[in-house]
């Protein structure tokens, strides 16, 4: 398999792209939808399932993140029922028995505002994923269903308690008219973080709350933004990872508008504290972050260049060192899987696949499939790496790479996320799909973990659905081993 690399220095050059036309609709973050294998080679290992309880029916019209939070003493799901209403369930840990609860909305007039009310029901859009954590004292916090709409969120009054859930209108109470794209982090001292966009795709900002536990305020991490698109622009962050090194990593590409083609410009930072961030060579960054920012940029990708927000993965070879995992056109225009690493002063980026396809990226809502999937590049055996790969024609594995030279050594079957077993629908109503989340807590058992598992149809642009709709499908928390 060939392999080719290009380099791209710390140079910042004149990066300003020409606007695109706006859409009506937005992008959902490709990782809240990729739920489902991409067929191909047959798994030779994994997980088995050594547990299942049913918690209730959910809706199955279109696909919406949920979330898992299993705690030491109890497990929390939070999901859009039956009737799309937004629900907590929760028990202690090993019973079979589960406590519900309906939050409720925020009543209208509270908005300081006068945005539309924050509601616990979802209507259509794929962008309204669930996200929930618990912060150091046990309180629950859960934030979800908003798409450029006034920020949605909730917290117990008791910890732990979820018949406590209350709405809060306000978390520092500005830049929170219209919040997209919801994460919770914990901090190395055990302070929650919630990340967020504020405004539109094409015209964003992205921002990071701290949580006191004790005064139980929330106030800007930074004063600044993070990302600042400059009323032109949003990034489009992957969620910081926690590396080997004791730093965040965060890497993201730019949006000029919301059609999907509008991506460019693959970048990086890292950071110790989410507050102070450094680029690749170890650079100071002055917040906000830019288009402008020197230093940052990993791959110069152009508008329309085939760069998929939700790319750009992560992952770290034996010696710490970041790698990133993402697909562009190749000069013929189609899709290809590339991996980046800093080398010196500039960026190796190598070319690990020849496929003749092209993922055609445009458009604006949730995108209705996804061709080509990317893990996080990994340590494999001394002087490998490992890649895992999806592709709609080409199949699935796993890349062994030559830790010096990132090239392709071979191609190894890939080991399934998720058992066999559950991959088969239950439903029979024509394309509904299996659906997972995995937990945003810990089983804290070894070789053990909670997953959710649901069916819907697939996403259709956040467009409604003509009836009929699916009957609800059967959400449940499953418990694998590993093998």
Not at 169 to 196: I, N, S
Not at 326 to 353: E, I, M
Request: some cysteine; glycine content about 10%; aromatic content about 10%.
């Amino acid at each position: 398999m060939p392999f080719r690399f290009s380099e791209a220095s710390d140079r910042p050059g004149n990066n300003r792209l020409p606007s695109l036309s706006m859409l009506t609709v937005l992008l959902a973050a490709w990782l809240a939808v990729w739920t489902t294998a991409i067929r191909g080679a047959a798994p030779v290992s994994g997980d088995e399932v050594v547990g299942s309880i049913d918690v209730a029916p959910v809706w199955a019209g279109h696909p919406v993140g949920f979330a898992l939070l299993t705690q030491p003493e109890r497990q929390y799901v939070a999901f859009y029922a039956a009737d799309r209403h937004l629900t907590v369930a929760s028990r202690p840990r090993g019973g079979d028995s589960w406590q519900f609860f309906r939050l409720p909305s925020q009543q209208p007039g509270a908005s300081r505002y006068g945005a539309a009310e924050a509601s616990a029901v979802v209507g259509w859009d794929s962008h309204n994923s669930i996200v929930m954590a618990a912060d150091s004292t046990g309180h629950l916090h859960l934030a979800g269903n908003m798409h450029c709409n006034r920020l949605t969120y909730w917290r117990t009054r008791e910890p732990g308690a979820i018949d406590t859930f209350e709405p809060v209108a306000a978390m520092v109470g500005r830049d929170e008219e219209q919040c997209t794209y919801p994460v919770f982090m914990k901090l190395a001292d055990g302070r929650l973080v919630f990340q967020y966009r504020s405004g539109r795709s094409g015209d964003g900002s992205t921002f990071l709350n701290v949580y006191d536990a004790k005064a139980r305020s929330w106030r800007r991490l930074v004063d600044s933004p993070v990302f600042d698109g400059e009323k032109k622009r949003n990034a489009y962050p992957l969620t910081p990872v926690a590396g080997p090194d004791g730093a965040f990593h965060m890497s993201w590409v730019w949006r000029e508008a919301p059609d999907a083609a509008a991506n460019h410009d693959l970048s990086y930072a890292r950071s110790r504290d989410l507050a102070h961030w450094l680029t690749a060579s170890g650079r100071p960054i002055t917040l906000p972050i830019t288009l402008d920012t020197a230093g940052v940029i990993v791959d110069r990708i152009p508008v329309g260049g085939g760069l998929l927000n939700g790319s750009g993965r992560v992952g770290f070879d034996s010696r710490k060192r970041p790698l990133l995992s993402y697909f562009k056109y190749d000069p013929s225009g189609n899709s290809q899987a590339f991996v980046a690493r800093r080398s010196g002063t500039v960026w190796k980026v190598v070319q690990l696949s020849d496929w003749d396809h092209r993922f055609e990226l445009e458009g604006g809502g949730s995108l209705p499939r996804y061709d080509i999937h990317l893990g996080a590049v990994e340590p494999g055996k001394e002087g490998e790496l490992r890649l895992e790969f999806g592709h709609v024609k080409e199949g699935s594995g796993v890349w062994v790479l030559d830790e010096e030279t990132l090239a392709v050594l071979r191609t190894e079957p890939a080991k399934p996320h998720y058992p066999r077993s559950l991959w088969k629908v239950e439903s029979k109503f024509p394309e509904m799909k299996p659906r997972y989340a995995d937990d945003a807590g810990a089983s804290g058992e070894p070789g053990r973990r909670f997953i959710l598992r649901w069916e819907t149809l697939g996403a259709n642009r956040d467009k409604p659905r003509p009836e009929p709709w699916p009957e609800p499908s059967m959400l449940r928390v499953v418990e694998l081993q590993e093998k």
